[in-house]
């Protein structure tokens, strides 16, 4: 189905994460998820403001399961800031798996703004807003302030991580958000309160996030 809404210049089309190591191949792939990045290159270009955000992790990052000595990939733990997942060794910066898929090219090519994340070896990042603590923030909200912008459509991966985190913080923040569920695609882990689709998706619903 053809995507029909209007964007204006009030309109910021947030990419998040569209990375080698989150699709197919790579070491936190995502299925499907390659299949997004040439149509949100193509959504890109009805955008006049483009932000990209790219997973940039040490190499010793502390959401990584190989730092936590009998602790295996998608274990939870408890850390300082809360309850983290563990997971494969990704987007470790300058390597190949953190740079961008080849066919959102585009899209990173109309962004004004790179905005990098997960920099920090004690804390993870979910969110283009605010690190996994839920003070640090990344300046986005300021970025998209002085631009004017006052709706954040979202898209790429993964849908209930990384974007959901994102709509949520873009409404905290006080930004109307949109996700474009055909231009992301999910993890789904199971969990307690159901599978963590289903948990993002309550969360966002709640938070006035629309879809």
Known sequence: M????????????????PQLDFCPGGRLAVADGDSVMAPIAALAERFRQVVVTQDWHPADHSSFASSHPGRHAFDTVRMPYGEQVLWPDHCVQRSAG?????DVAGAVARAALILRKGAN????SYSAFYEN???TPTGLAGYLRDMGVRRCVLVGL????????????A??????ALVLTRYTRAIAMPS????SVEVAEAAMRA????F
């Open 98 to 102: 953190a740079d961008f898929h080849p």
């Open 207 to 210: 938070a006035g996030v629309r």
């Open 171 to 176: 409404r905290r923040d006080g930004f109307d």
């Open 121 to 124: 070896p004690a804390v993870d």
């Open 133 to 135: 603590d839920k003070v």
């Open 192 to 195: 307690p309160g159901g599978s």
């Open 2 to 17: 053809e995507d029909t809404h209007d964007y204006t210049a009030e309109d910021a089309l947030i990419v998040i994460d």
């Open 158 to 169: 993964a849908y209930d991580f990384c974007v959901s985190w994102s709509a949520l913080d």
